[in-house]
């Protein structure tokens, strides 16, 4: 069982999905810290916490001395929390995307470097065992070098709250998982974008809740994403259904089954004999939120770097606001982290 303690700031919805996975590796919650107190000691009650809930992280921090922060607030507020605990001297692992600008993301990787603390984003959707497979099949050569990947999300998904006043909700709260995705997935970084953001009619959202993108990627990978946030009926999973093509066959993920796929096994006819590609069985042990935890552990006791990273997932969060810029641009982008 674990020894290391922490302190939560931000105690909304998503918390939900972390304390059970902090309990059960038995890392001791020394302190919740919300603007709002209510949500930090309803928490705190719920999971039998035991520890103090507090609105000031700076103070908390003096008086717990935790190992690590872990920061579950809202986007717009990731940047001074983070900041604020990575220079009073603690590591922290944070909840996606990582700021809601370049500038933001860029003074935190900043202040990083300059605490010498190390600061991971969680992209829960990293530890998923189809998505584990998945890159452990095209990594292993199965299809060839990847040429194209695309990924489809429609969702009608009403949730209230931040998401419905944010400019970008789909490309800035949602698609940061799919762009990270295409990261881990192909192994190559994005190079340009053109995007076309937009509200459809009948949006119950204030900012643009759809997109379709066409990312150009490192190694000549073309990476598509199509979706939106206000699509009735028919919904794709919530890890967008994928196709990625490579130059001898195609995997695809669809609707969380398991990924299947099929190569090239012969040289004649208009069609070439083809053969499914062989999957084996899922090994990833830690799931979402789980996973990504013991990523950070696993940094406090070994000092193995953790793949989310700062410095790697600025990445996939410039080709978060490239996109918007290419949107508003209405021409391709070049991407820099
Ligand atoms: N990985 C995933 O699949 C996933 C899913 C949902 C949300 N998220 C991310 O988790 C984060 C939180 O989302 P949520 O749905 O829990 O939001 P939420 O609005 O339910 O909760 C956010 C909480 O943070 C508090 N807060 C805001 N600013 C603060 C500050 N400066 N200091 C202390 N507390 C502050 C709020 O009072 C609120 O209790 C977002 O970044 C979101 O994108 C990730």
Redesign the pocket.
Known sequence: MANERVVV???????NAWFPPLLAEGVTVAGV????LD?ARSQIDKYALGCHASAN?SSTLRRTKPDFVLD????A??C??TCKALRAGYPVIG???MADSMSQARRMVATADKSGKLYMV?Q?RRWDANHALTRQIIAGGAIGQVAAMNCDFYIGAHFG??RDAMPSPLIL?MAI?QFDLARYLSGSDPLAVYAKEFNPAGSWYAGAAAASCIFEMTGGVVFTFRGSWCAEGCHTSWNGDWRIIGERGTMLMEKDQPPRGQVVAGSEGFHRPLADVPVPPPSLQFAGMHGSLREMLEYLRTGAKPQTECHDNIKSLAMVFAAIDSAKKGRRVEIRA
Request: charged share 15%; aromatic share 4%.
């Open positions: 700031v931000g105690a909304g919805s998503i918390s810290v919300d603007l709002n949500n992280l579950l607030t809202i986007p507020a990731h001074n929390v909840e996606k995307p969680s829960s709250g931040f709260d998982h």
